[in-house]
């Protein structure tokens, strides 16, 4: 288990940056990866999401944020698993959050590559996805949001022919664009 960042929420008058890029309805699925206390899939729900999954490493973030499910009444449509976000497949989610930290975005991408179906999200909150180019950004009390569609438009001409070795550069530094 890798635990890339410990738990720093969203600032609530933050969390509209997930939302000025993604409107929701009831068929999508949101993820968010590293789940915390689960403040954005609370959101996500309060906004028209449909169902909503958190992973999340801490057990005790897991318990507290399994609870305040129950007391929202939100159990049915919401679960946070106790997880490594690596150990978690995302192939039901059309959408996914995540705020992590600057060496999860590139050890995600193979992951999400793999993984997501065509039409599915990603929104990063301040660390870029390397190598993608975001189809929009946001700023949102100055933190910045990375929107994804998949698959992904590349950044440089090699991540279009190899997935696998884009990956595997990861190291050089990805070009924001708006
Ligand atoms: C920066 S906080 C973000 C919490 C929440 N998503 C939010 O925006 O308010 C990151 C969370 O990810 C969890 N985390 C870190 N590494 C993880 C991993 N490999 N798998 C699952 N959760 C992880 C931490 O415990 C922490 O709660």
Redesign the pocket.
Known sequence: ??????????PIEQIEGFFDLVSLSVSDVVY??????G??LFAALEKGAGKAVG????AE?VRQSTEAARSRGFKNRLTFFE????DVKLTEASVV?C??SIKASPALKLKFYQELRPGAKVIM?MYPIPGWKPARTANSEGKRFYLYNMPPESLREEAVRDPLIDYLNYSSSPTEES
């Not at 288990?1 to 969203?10: D, E, L, W």
């Not at 968010?32 to 206390?37: I, M, Q, V």
């Not at 992973?55 to 801490?58: F, I, K």
């Open positions: 288990m890798t635990s890339f960042i410990g738990f720093i929420p969203t968010d990866l590293g789940s915390g206390d403040r954005l992973v999340e490493l801490n973030l997880a490594d976000v690596f959050f705020y992590l909150e």
